[in-house]
């Protein structure tokens, strides 16, 4: 079971839209419709911010989207915001109530 | 609304168990079809899931942890703890349980930070 792979950093202006890989297998990734992406601040509990692929909690800005393709989903932010700096990390369901996580995108806002 | 709340030790000497205790409050433990989790994050690291557990004690590992780990739960006290034997240096981290559902952790436990030092 590795973990998913996410570059380690992207960077925005505010208003911009940026755009988070995680790419997985068939075994995770690709194979369920269960990725989801967390944002963590600085000393902070990670947050829920799509489940599903692309299905936001209530309170979610919409700013927030997801899809997948094969192997890799995606999360992307919209009319970037000074609050979006922040980590974030990409999870998904690998089978048997098993669960994988990548390894973190730094997002910086210029 | 749904809290989870960590405790336990923030030290433990090497080749000794880590043991820490969750507890939930603004819901019970046995409702709905929920399964419970613990996370950890090795400072300046990424988050590296541990375990899962239903509210009837069925028990999912991380196959790397697989041989030190024990996840339990008691109903009655609304809790479910970890238990992680051998602990070196690499088992540092901050620690978090959660509220899996439909393959996400919906809520989190602000997390508390175990050191392993002798």
Same mark, same amino acid.
């Given at each position: 079971?590795?973990?998913?792979?996410?570059?380690?950093?992207?960077?925005?202006?505010?208003?911009?839209?940026?755009?988070?890989?995680?790419?997985?297998?068939?075994?995770?990734?690709?194979?369920?419709?269960?990725?989801?992406?967390?944002?963590?601040?600085?000393?902070?509990?990670?947050?829920?911010? +799509?489940?599903? &692929?692309?299905?936001?909690? !209530?309170?979610?800005?919409?700013?927030? /989207?997801? /899809?997948? !393709?094969?192997?890799?989903?995606? %999360? *992307?932010?919209?009319?970037?915001q000074a609050e979006? @700096?922040?980590?974030?990390?990409?999870?998904?369901?690998?089978?048997?109530?098993?669960? &994988?996580?990548?390894?973190? *995108?730094? %997002?910086? &806002?210029? | 609304?749904?809290? %989870?709340?960590? !405790?336990?030790?923030?030290? &433990?000497?090497?080749? @000794?168990?880590?043991?820490?205790?969750?507890?939930?409050?603004?819901?019970?433990?046995?409702?709905?079809?929920?399964?419970?989790?613990?996370?950890?994050?090795?400072p300046g690291k990424? %988050?590296?899931? +541990?375990?899962? +557990?239903?509210?009837?004690? /069925?028990?999912?590992?991380?196959?790397?942890?697989?041989?030190?780990?024990?996840? !339990?739960?008691? *109903?009655?006290?609304?809790?479910?703890?970890?238990?992680?034997?051998?602990?070196?240096?690499?088992?540092?981290?901050?620690?978090?349980?959660?509220?899996?559902?439909?393959? /996400?952790?919906?809520?989190?436990?602000?997390?508390?930070?175990?050191?392993?030092?002798?």
């Amino acid at each position: 079971q590795s973990a998913l792979t996410q570059p380690p950093s992207a960077s925005g202006s505010p208003g911009q839209s940026v755009t988070f890989s995680c790419t997985g297998t068939s075994s995770d990734v690709g194979g369920y419709n269960y990725v989801s992406w967390y944002q963590q601040h600085p000393g902070k509990a990670p947050k829920l911010i +799509i489940y599903e &692929v692309n299905k936001r909690p !209530s309170g979610v800005p919409d700013r927030f /989207s997801g /899809s997948k !393709s094969g192997n890799t989903a995606s %999360l *992307t932010v919209s009319g970037l915001q000074a609050e979006d @700096e922040a980590d974030y990390y990409c999870s998904s369901y690998a089978g048997s109530i098993n669960c &994988v996580f990548g390894g973190g *995108t730094k %997002l910086t &806002v210029l | 609304q749904l809290q %989870l709340q960590e !405790s336990g030790p923030g030290l &433990v000497k090497p080749s @000794e168990t880590l043991s820490l205790t969750c507890t939930v409050s603004g819901g019970s433990i046995s409702s709905g079809n929920y399964y419970w989790g613990w996370i950890r994050q090795p400072p300046g690291k990424g %988050l590296e899931w +541990i375990g899962t +557990i239903s509210y009837s004690g /069925s028990t999912y590992y991380h196959p790397s942890l697989k041989s030190r780990v024990t996840i !339990s739960v008691d *109903t009655s006290k609304n809790q479910f703890s970890l238990n992680l034997s051998s602990v070196t240096a690499a088992d540092t981290a901050v620690y978090y349980c959660a509220r899996w559902s439909g393959g /996400s952790y919906y809520y989190w436990g602000l997390g508390t930070l175990v050191t392993v030092s002798s």
